[in-house]
């Protein structure tokens, strides 16, 4: 391992960590539901668990289910994965309680920014699929 210099007069801070030990982004027990964070201070929404707000810092955090619902706001087509077969479709969906995520988009439409999409799941993991469609699970 490398040594890391140090400038003289600064104080090395340790980054902090803001994402939880719970693994749990998706939760079906009850409504497939993407699991989030609030934060109490300045009520901001993230995705995953959180510790720690990424706008304010504050440590004042709640667990919320996000919104199912959402617009593609961007996406695009990778053809080869090494942990899978390709194509894949990947989009940034734009939920509707405000919280942008990178999601697997499966939609046989060839224009899909500004769709409308919603969850879906099975036991394989979620995506996102047109709204308009009928669930696969």
């Known amino acids: ?34 699991m ?7 009520e901001a ?14 440590r004042s955090i709640e667990s919320v289910r996000l919104a199912r619902e959402g617009v593609v706001y961007s996406c695009t087509r990778v053809h080869v994965m090494q942990s899978r077969e390709g194509p894949v479709d ?3 969906i734009d939920l509707a309680d405000g919280v942008r995520t990178l999601a697997e988009l499966r939609s046989d439409e060839a224009e899909n920014i500004g769709r409308a999409v919603i969850l879906d799941f099975d036991a394989d993991g979620w995506w996102f699929r047109p709204a308009t469609e009928g669930a696969t699970a």
Do not use: I, W
């Open 1 to 34: 391992m490398e040594s890391v210099e140090k400038n003289a007069g600064h104080k090395e801070v340790e980054p902090l960590r803001d994402l939880s030990d719970a693994e749990d982004f998706f939760n079906s027990t009850v409504e497939p539901a993407l």
């Open 36 to 42: 989030g964070s609030k934060c109490m201070q300045c």
């Open 45 to 58: 929404l993230m995705l995953g668990g959180r510790t720690a707000c990424s706008t304010c810092l504050s």
């Open 90 to 92: 990947l989009a940034y």
